[in-house]
C-alpha cells in the first residue's frame, strides 16, 4: 500500500476513535465526517488500528452483487428505491413485485436496473435480499403463498408481525430483520430503526438515512409506534397555515414560512443532541412571552395527555398483533 494510503487510512483512524464511543461499533459512514468522499463505509477493527480499516464504495457492498427485491409497491417501497438510485449506492438490478403497476411502472421509467416481476415468486426467485413492504392486514396471506430459500436475507416493514411470526412464515429462511424506514428515505433523511442488528440492514438503510440499531422487539415496537404522530404533526402545522391564512396572509406565502420555521427549530434540537426537548421548549417559552402563553393553553387543555394517551394505544395495537416470546430466528452480524 501507498504512503497516500496509510496516511489516509491513518487519517479515517482518527474519525472513528473520535466518532465512536462503542466498541461494538464495527463500521459507520464516511459521510458523516466527509461528505464528499466518494467511499460508502468503512469497517474497523474494535481495536481501532490504522491497518485494520477497510474502505468500501458504495454500491459495492459484497463482491457478488447484491440482488434486491420488494414484495409491496406502495409509497415506502418508492421511497427507498428513488433514495437508493439518487445515491447510487444500489445492487445491479432492484425487483419489484407486481403489486401497484402504477408506482412501478413509474421507478422503472425513471431509474436504470428497476425490474417488474410477474408475480411475487418471481421476485424471490431472482434476489438475495427480500424486503416485506405489504400492508399489514394482507402480510400473512401473501407470505404465505410463497416459496423462501434457506440462503434468503429477509427485512419486514410490516408493523405489527413479530420476528416470530415471520421466521414461521418465511422458513427456511432464518436471516430476518425488522425495520421502520420513512418516506423521508427518498431524500436519503430518513431514520429506520433495526432489529434485530444486521450488517447487511444496517449498511442497505444508512444509505437512504440513520440506523438506529435496537436490541430488543419492545424497545422497536415503540419506536415504530412513535412513527404513527407524523401525520397529526402535519395536521398540526396545516391548521396553523389556515389560520395564518385567515388571517390575510398567501397560502403560499404562509406554507413556506412555517415550513422554514420548523425546520430552524428541528435543526436547533439536532445540534445540541446533549440537550433536551424539555429544556429547549422551556428556552423557547420566556416568562411572559407569547411561545409560554401558547403552550399553557395547550397544556390546560389536556392535549399534551391525550398524545401519551393515543401512543399508549397505539404501542398497545401493536404489540397485540406483534407478541414477543422467544424467538428462533438466527441473528446475524455479517
Known amino acids: 500500500m501507498t504512503n497516500i494510503g496509510l496516511n489516509i487510512q491513518d487519517m ?37 488500528s490504522s491497518r485494520c480499516i477497510r474502505a468500501r464504495p458504495f454500491g459495492k457492498l459484497e463482491k457478488k452483487a447484491m440482488q434486491l427485491g420488494f414484495i409491496g409497491t406502495g409509497e415506502i417501497t418508492a421511497s427507498i428505491v428513488t433514495g437508493l438510485r439518487s445515491l447510487g449506492a444500489t445492487p445491479d438490478t432492484i425487483q419489484l413485485s407486481p403489486r401497484n403497476p402504477a408506482i412501478a411502472h413509474k421507478l422503472a421509467n425513471r431509474f436504470k436496473g428497476i425490474c417488474i416481476a410477474s408475480c411475487n415468486q418471481e421476485v424471490l426467485d431472482h434476489s438475495d ?19 423462501f430459500h434457506p440462503d434468503h436475507q429477509v427485512i419486514s416493514l410490516v408493523a405489527g408481525l413479530s420476528l416470530r411470526s415471520l421466521s414461521e412464515l418465511v ?16 431524500k436519503r433523511l430518513s431514520p429506520t430503526a433495526v432489529y434485530p442488528p444486521d450488517r447487511a440492514a444496517y449498511d442497505l438503510f444508512t444509505a437512504v438515512g440513520t440506523v ?123
Open 212 to 334: 438506529f440499531e435496537v436490541e430488543s422487539e419492545k424497545e422497536f415496537d415503540a419506536m415504530c409506534a412513535t412513527t404513527a404522530t407524523i401525520a397529526s404533526y402535519l395536521a398540526f402545522i396545516e391548521r396553523v397555515e389556515s389560520w395564518l391564512a385567515q388571517q390575510g396572509v398567501p397560502e403560499s406565502k404562509a406554507r413556506e414560512y412555517l415550513v422554514r420555521m420548523f425546520l430552524g427549530v428541528t435543526t436547533t434540537a439536532v445540534d445540541p443532541a446533549q440537550r433536551s426537548f424539555q429544556s429547549l421548549a422551556a428556552n423557547h417559552a420566556t416568562a411572559g412571552g407569547i411561545n409560554e402563553q401558547f403552550l399553557k393553553h395547550l397544556v390546560e387543555h389536556g392535549l399534551l395527555t391525550s398524545v401519551s394517551e393515543a401512543l399508549d394505544a397505539i404501542l398497545q395495537r401493536i404489540s397485540t398483533e406483534s407478541p414477543r416470546p422467544n424467538v428462533g430466528a438466527t441473528v446475524s452480524h455479517h
Open 129 to 147: 435480499m427480500i424486503v416485506i413492504a405489504v400492508r399489514p392486514p394482507a402480510a400473512r396471506s401473501v407470505l404465505s403463498e410463497l416459496r
Open 171 to 186: 422458513a427456511p429462511a432464518t436471516r430476518i430483520t425488522r425495520a421502520v424506514p420513512l418516506p423521508s428515505s427518498a
Open 12 to 48: 479515517l483512524c482518527d474519525v472513528v476513535r473520535k466518532k465512536s464511543s462503542d466498541s461494538r461499533r464495527s463500521h459507520f459512514s464516511v459521510r458523516d465526517s466527509f461528505p464528499d468522499c466518494k467511499l460508502g463505509l468503512i469497517d474497523v477493527h474494535p481495536a481501532f
